[in-house]
């Protein structure tokens, strides 16, 4: 069934050229979704996402190129119809789950919920993408789907460490200034301590 419905992809020379592009700029390994991360590190506004998107991408490789690949170990279509004409060169991975569609997916989560706005289009991307394998006949629908509903999980969870993370940061950062405060002899001042530590400083 799930052939049948690869099969009746309709195919033709401009969507090969359009397919065979996103697939070149995803990258074998879905590299565009590092460089991605990478660069909203180095913006202030976008720098947990960008640690959520890399830590996403870290996370579908580890459990979904390794773990969940060699425990399923599904053929691919490519693999079971070898007459089938194919763009690309045939992988020797297994099928499930569509660790393409993971990682695009993941990080179009992760981008989601910091940045609602910039977060639609990259899951338009991120659709383009899953598309593709099939199209491709690289992977089964429902390889697809298990890889957009494994990465959504891992955007998640990667945004919720991140989010952890940062508010690990914001108590360590109120500790150091209460402790500062007690050093001052200012601790549950308020606004007096303040006024109390301006004149001991001279300002």
Request: proline fraction near 3%; charged fraction near 15%.
């Amino acid at each position: 069934m799930e052939l049948s419905f690869l099969y009746a992809i309709p195919h033709n020379e401009i969507l090969d050229k359009f397919f065979l592009l996103v697939t070149a700029i995803a990258g074998s390994y879905g590299q565009i979704w590092l460089i991605v991360g990478v660069v909203l590190l180095f913006f202030k506004k976008t720098r947990r996402a960008g640690a959520a998107v890399l830590l996403s991408y870290v996370f579908v490789f580890v459990l979904g190129q390794y773990v969940l690949k060699n425990l399923f170990d599904r053929p691919r279509p490519c693999h079971i119809d070898q007459t089938f004409e194919l763009l690309v060169k045939r992988p020797s991975s297994s099928s499930f789950p569509s660790t393409h569609s993971a990682w695009s997916f993941a990080a179009a989560t992760a981008i989601f919920m910091r940045h609602k706005k910039a977060g639609i289009p990259v899951f338009i991307v991120a659709a383009i993408i899953a598309f593709s394998r099939m199209y491709l006949f690289l992977h089964f629908p429902t390889d697809v789907l298990a890889g957009i509903v494994f990465g959504v999980v891992v955007g998640l969870a990667a945004t919720f460490i991140c989010n952890l993370w940062k508010k690990d940061k914001t108590v360590e950062n109120g500790t150091a200034g209460d402790a500062e405060d007690k050093a001052n002899g200012t601790e549950g001042l308020g606004a007096a301590g303040d006024k109390a530590a301006d004149k001991v400083s001279g300002n």
